[in-house]
């Protein structure tokens, strides 16, 4: 999809659709508001006779359509909800509606009218961001395996028109940062949503080389030989059930945009397909643990945003990948492992291997890296969907500073986040009788949190983020009903805006 900025009013951009968007009117409200003069010209009266009957209320995904009489395409009207709770990201979901709703009915081009859009407390840069964003993410469809595909919305345009046509600037430079963020989170969906025949350790490794030879970073693979080599025993023992795809480590480097920056690790789970192991999954549960790759397709994803928009922090991403099978030489509930940085980990659970291959990549960047900073994305607990369901992420960061910058984030780009705690009770919950520290626990509480407290073991003095996105990373048919219409069917790419965006503004003076 194409997205463009024009100064001009939205009927003069020539499009298959102008769009509109409508707050929520009073239950006795019935004049027609003059802001939609415009609009109404257009439809020779007949918006107002479809206010008159009530056909128009403004409601959350109310989306109308009206054809011109002179035949020179239609006018979309899309509800908002009430005024008093209208935010960005209402605008973002809006805005996926349109589209979602114009997908097979012929129309190519649409043009958002942007004062529309805009209130009090949603800037005309804030509104542009979040149209680009739900336009983007809400058209979006997997089709590599689908042999025919219904036509949609191709070209996007954000109309100012004589409102705010004199803020052409900042938002024509707002609207060109959200189109290659927002690119490269749909980049991300589609390796993130291919199966795991297709989407092994080694072929997220081809992914990464080609993304460091297009865009010119330093990528380095490990493979089994060398992870051996450096005494990776947490990615070899999950790796080691699966002979056909065996496991590889990542590093992908990115330089920075400023001289002296800081330097921050960013670093996602992989695993290509999740069985359990032989703590095997219920059988339900298998056919979505292709996913289970969508914190390290996030980093690549991270990097490739942070590379095209020159972000100052120097950033290193390390994919953990393997695939989690049942084999006679897959790992078991009683082995012991040694990490990277020396630490021993007594396996009580196989299925918890999200954590095990984290391990020794967390440690790896500590040791060779030296970070300010470090961000781990992982679909790796239940529990956090129990606590969270299934679009909100766990973060668990001990550090505020790091924490606050993440929660802004979150709530500019409309991925949530919910900060929750991390105290001794789950520190002493990991803390084995065997080795350093334990992979699950003999209780079945606060999952979530103590996954976290046994990746702490691995980050040293470094500040330390980890989000835990195993409800947000992709939707069922089930879940997708539920959720905006922006996060499809799917993987959603969820890490990929908010964590750029964290790297985008941490630099910036406050």
């Known amino acids: 999809m194409k997205a463009l900025l024009d100064r001009r009013e939205a009927a003069d951009a020539g499009a298959d659709a102008i769009v509109s968007a409508v707050p929520e009117r009073a239950e006795k409200e019935t004049a027609f508001p003059r802001t939609f003069a415009k609009e109404d010209g257009l439809t020779k009266g007949l918006l107002k006779a479809a206010w008159d009957r009530r056909e128009i209320r403004g409601k959350r995904k109310e989306v109308t359509s009206i054809h011109r009489p002179d035949g020179r395409g239609r006018l979309v009207l899309v509800g908002l909800g009430p005024r008093s709770r209208y935010t960005a990201d209402t605008a973002r979901r809006a805005a996926a509606e349109v589209v979602r709703a114009l997908k097979g009915k012929g129309v190519r081009t649409a043009a958002f009218r942007l004062p529309t859009f ?148 960013v670093v996602g789970k992989g695993i290509t397909f999740d069985s359990g192991g032989i703590s095997i999954k219920p059988a339900p549960s298998m056919a979505n643990m292709k996913f289970d790759k969508s914190g390290a397709v996030a980093v690549l994803g991270i990097l490739r945003a942070c590379t095209l928009l020159k972000a100052p922090p120097r950033v290193i991403g390390i994919l953990a990948c393997a695939e989690n099978v049942l084999s006679g030489t897959s790992y078991r509930p009683g082995d012991v492992v040694r990490t990277y940085n020396g630490k021993t980990i007594e396996v009580l659970n196989t299925d918890a291997e999200g954590r095990v291959v984290l391990s020794d990549a967390l440690a790896y960047a500590v040791a060779q890296y030296h970070p300010d900073e470090m961000i781990d994305l992982a679909t790796l607990t239940g529990a956090q969907v129990i606590a969270l369901g299934d679009d909100t992420a766990a973060l668990i960061a001990p550090d505020d500073r790091l924490a606050n910058g993440l929660l802004a984030a979150s709530a500019a780009t409309g ?96």
């Open 118 to 265: 805009v209130q009090e407390s949603v800037t005309p840069e804030a509104a542009a961001r979040a149209i680009v964003d739900g336009a983007f993410l809400g058209g979006y469809e997997f089709l590599k395996y689908k042999s025919t595909a219904d036509g949609g919305v191709e070209e996007l345009t954000i109309a100012l028109g004589s409102e705010l046509a004199n803020e052409e600037t900042p938002i024509q430079k707002a609207l060109d940062e959200e189109r290659t963020l927002v690119e490269s989170a749909v980049w991300t969906r589609e390796i993130a949503n291919l199966p795991a025949d297709t989407a092994s350790p080694a072929r997220l490794a081809e992914e990464a080389k080609a993304l460091g030879k297009e865009l010119g970073l330093k990528v380095t693979v490990f493979d089994e030989t060398k992870l051996a080599e450096m005494h990776c025993g947490g990615i070899l023992a999950v790796g080691g059930g699966s002979t056909s795809h065996p496991p590889r480590m990542i590093v992908i480097e990115y330089p920075g945009g400023a001289r002296r920056g800081k330097t921050v690790a």
């Open 415 to 510: 991925e949530p986040l919910w900060r929750m705690p991390l105290t001794d009770f789950h520190r002493e919950l990991v803390k084995s009788d065997v080795g350093d520290v334990r992979n699950s626990t003999e209780i079945p509480v606060a999952g979530t949190l103590t996954a976290a407290a046994f990746l702490e073991n691995f980050v040293g003095e470094t500040p330390w983020a980890h989000l835990d996105i195993a409800g947000a990373a992709y939707t069922t048919p089930l879940t997708r009903k539920y959720q905006p219409a922006y996060m499809n069917a799917g993987a959603t790419a969820f890490g990929v805006r908010v964590v750029t965006r964290y790297l985008l503004d941490s630099a910036r003076p406050t």
